[in-house]
């Protein structure tokens, strides 16, 4: 995973627009439109590469223009909802030999700190609870954009990426050394409240 959650951060990018605390807030994950996405990278055996995502998760952030260290993201991920285009591979990933989703239905991401740098990126630091054991990861994001929709609202779009070693969550199974990591991108955008 590369960056996972996104959210709080990167309101660098926006420093010397003349009202930045207009677009602070809470934004809500755009799940009605789906317009987010977690999506997954991992070595088949150092021969190619494994793509898949997670279909049903939900989450929100919250942004602060004036100070984006303040900022936060919380997720939820539905496991069962994981989807690499194969039915028994899908099958497989559920087992316990990967996310046991019998036993662990959820993985949940909180931040605990943002740290910007003079580029507007962020690095969202927080604990990832997957497969029932919580380690902390630190997402890079980036803000992809913000502005009013053509619905009334406002809009916020994040992506994140982060790299997860999959002994670190308990995960048995071993592909072998090509294929110890995941590579995680998630673009999330937010409707504000």
């Known amino acids: 995973m590369k960056k996972v959650l996104l959210a709080s951060a990167v309101s660098m990018a926006l420093a010397g627009v003349a009202h930045a605390d207009e677009h602070s807030g809470t934004y809500a994950f755009d799940t009605k439109g789906t317009h987010q996405f977690i999506t997954f990278k991992i070595s088949h055996l150092g021969y190619s590469w494994l793509y898949g995502r997670f279909n049903d998760f939900d989450g929100q952030f919250v942004y602060d223009a004036e100070n984006p260290e303040n900022s936060s993201v919380n997720v939820t991920i539905d496991t069962r909802s994981v989807d690499s285009n194969h039915a028994e591979r899908d099958k497989h ?75 670190d969550f308990g995960i048995p199974m071993d592909l072998g050394k090509a294929a110890e990591t995941v590579e995680m991108i998630i673009s999330v955008e937010g409707v504000r409240q």
Do not use: C
């Open 93 to 167: 990933l559920r087992s316990e030999d990967f996310l046991y989703v019998d036993e662990f239905s959820q993985a949940t991401f909180k931040s605990k700190r943002v740290v910007v740098n003079d580029e507007g990126e962020a690095d969202i630091i927080g604990d990832l609870t997957l497969r029932g054991v919580t380690k902390e990861v630190t997402l890079d994001a980036e803000m992809v954009g913000h502005g009013a929709d053509p619905w009334g609202g406002y809009r916020m779009g994040f992506e994140a990426e982060t790299e997860l070693r999959l002994k």
